[in-house]
């Protein structure tokens, strides 16, 4: 079972690797962007039944310059969700106009979509860019996160960021 699952998704990871690389690309040919540092998010445990689950997540920008900022938020998915996974860790670049990142700036909706599967161990890819297409912050469209657990997903995501003080570890 677990080999059929890794046959049907890894494709879909990779595919939705191109569509990110070539959106970056596009990104980065309309507005210069620079590595502004990393965002990491870590979802609390998340049931799904079917058709999508809803999971909070605490996050922690650690910019190359500055100190780090920090964020509070959801992660919807709405799609084929099944299953029960303990805490995710998903993990981003951060590209900006400039390496300077002010407190909050990353504060938004980011849309996209998410896919992956754990049996145990797991991984999932989330191909997510800010709703608002002006904006001067931008995630790297594609993450790859850790999952454990027992589920499968392919879905459309969205991710809800407000800032936030530093979650208790």
């Not at 919807?76 to 002010?102: H, N």
Request: proline letters at 5%.
């Amino acid at each position: 079972m677990s080999h059929l699952l890794a046959r049907l998704l890894i494709p879909g990871a990779v595919a939705v690797s191109s569509v990110a690389v070539s959106a970056v690309a596009l990104a980065g040919a309309s507005m210069p962007q620079v590595s502004a540092g990393l965002l990491e998010c870590r979802g609390e445990f998340a049931a799904a039944y079917g058709f999508g689950s809803s999971r909070k997540v605490h996050c922690e920008f650690r910019p190359s310059m500055g100190v780090n900022h920090y964020y509070a938020g959801t992660l919807e998915r709405v799609g084929l969700d099944f299953g029960i996974s303990d805490q995710a860790s998903m993990l981003w670049a951060v590209l900006a106009t400039s390496q300077k990142v002010e407190p909050g700036a990353l504060a938004g909706t980011y849309v996209g979509l998410t896919t992956g599967f754990s049996l145990g161990p797991g991984f999932s890819a989330n191909m997510l860019a800010s709703q608002d297409a002006s904006r001067q912050v931008t995630l790297q469209p594609l993450s790859v996160s850790s999952d454990s657990g027992l589920s499968v997903s392919i879905a459309g995501a969205t991710l809800t960021l407000s800032p936030s003080t530093p979650s208790p570890q």
